[in-house]
């Protein structure tokens, strides 16, 4: 991965910036190994919404907030669903969908 900023000093695209080394980690999803280690302290859980950056916190409403009902996991519902062809909105419902249903069979669905 390379540094290398437009005119306005924002990171270029995922494209434009990896090298094929990073191209190939995310691409297999091996840059999430090391949430594993957060799954074994217990920060973490296998299935549940995947967590986000802190500064989100203020934009969510009060049903979104209701993602943190549960740990975040490394893989969860709306990533089984749809990845990132479903929209932020979407994701949410769907997060929030998750934390009022979950158990060990929709755990094993998603998985």
Excluded: C
């Excluded at 494209?15 to 840059?31: A, W």
């Excluded at 967590?51 to 209701?66: D, F, S």
Aim: hydrophobic share 30%; aromatic share 12%.
């Amino acid at each position: 991965m390379t540094n290398e900023k437009d005119k306005d000093g924002n990171l270029l695209p995922d494209e434009v910036h990896l090298n094929g080394y990073g191209k190939f980690l995310r691409s297999t999803s091996l840059d999430e190994l090391p949430e594993l280690y957060n799954i074994l302290k217990g920060d973490m859980s296998i299935i549940g919404p995947r967590p986000l950056l802190v500064q989100y916190l203020p934009r969510y409403n009060e049903e979104q907030r209701h993602r943190h009902d549960v740990h975040p996991g490394l893989m969860g519902y709306a990533q089984a669903h749809g990845r990132d062809a479903v929209t932020w909105e979407d994701k949410f419902k769907m997060d929030v969908w998750y934390t009022r249903n979950v158990s060990f069979k929709t755990d094993w669905d998603i998985f």
